[in-house]
């Protein structure tokens, strides 16, 4: 059985450009741009199980709302803030 599959989708036309530059911006294909946004969103998707799991484990009695989830899946979905490199010193 083949890796792939070929299948067809529907895509918006401005959301089909945008993937089509950032794929190009990337040097990936159009498919491998995609999939890497899939496999992105399946991580993300096992991170929320697993933050679930662990809150039904360790804290059972504790009440979390809705907010206090949505806060923490706000955090865990915010862009990475750039890593800067630290000035070095010289020699003297």
């Known amino acids: ?26 040097g990936l294909s159009l498919s491998g741009f995609l999939m890497k946004l899939l496999k992105a969103e399946f ?6 199980d697993s933050m679930d ?3 039904e484990t360790y804290a059972p009695n504790v009440r979390v709302t809705e907010t206090d989830m949505q806060a923490i899946r706000d955090e865990m979905t915010a862009p990475l803030k750039p890593v800067r490199r630290s000035k070095r010193k010289r020699a003297a």
């Open 43 to 48: 991580e993300r998707q096992a991170r929320f």
């Open 1 to 26: 059985m083949p890796r792939t599959q070929k299948v067809s989708v529907a895509v918006q036309k401005d959301a089909l450009v945008a993937a089509k530059k950032a794929a190009t911006a990337e």
């Open 53 to 55: 799991r662990f809150i």
